[in-house]
């Protein structure tokens, strides 16, 4: 019994704080939806943690969903800022995993 409780806190640790966590950024400097939206996600493909991006021209935003551990909000901003875009963050939420939400119920009960 004891090994599998300590293996339950084992695994819910490691979920507790492998947190995705999604940004949208207002992108500044887009010229056209074709060659500079192709443009910002190489750039966002180069970074390691990025799981998933969205560049809207039209709305001149960005979304991207990345892992908290190896990326953050500054690293994105400095990666468009040296392919000559401004932008800022407009967003930002947390996506919390199932785990998250079952160990915050317990700790309130």
Do not use: P, W
Request: hydrophobic share 40%.
């Amino acid at each position: 019994m004891i090994k599998k409780t300590f293996l339950f806190y084992s695994i819910f640790i490691v979920y507790l704080f492998a947190i995705d966590k999604t940004s949208t950024f207002d992108v500044k400097g887009m010229m056209c939806g074709g060659g500079c939206v192709k443009k910002i996600n190489r750039a966002m493909d180069s970074i390691e943690g990025i799981k998933s991006r969205e560049v809207n021209f039209e709305k001149s935003l960005m979304v991207v969903t990345y892992d908290n551990k190896l990326v953050n909000d500054e690293l994105i901003i400095s990666a468009l800022e040296k392919n000559n875009y401004s932008c800022a963050v407009v967003d930002k939420t947390k996506k919390k995993s199932m785990l998250r939400t079952l160990f915050d119920n317990l700790k309130n009960n």
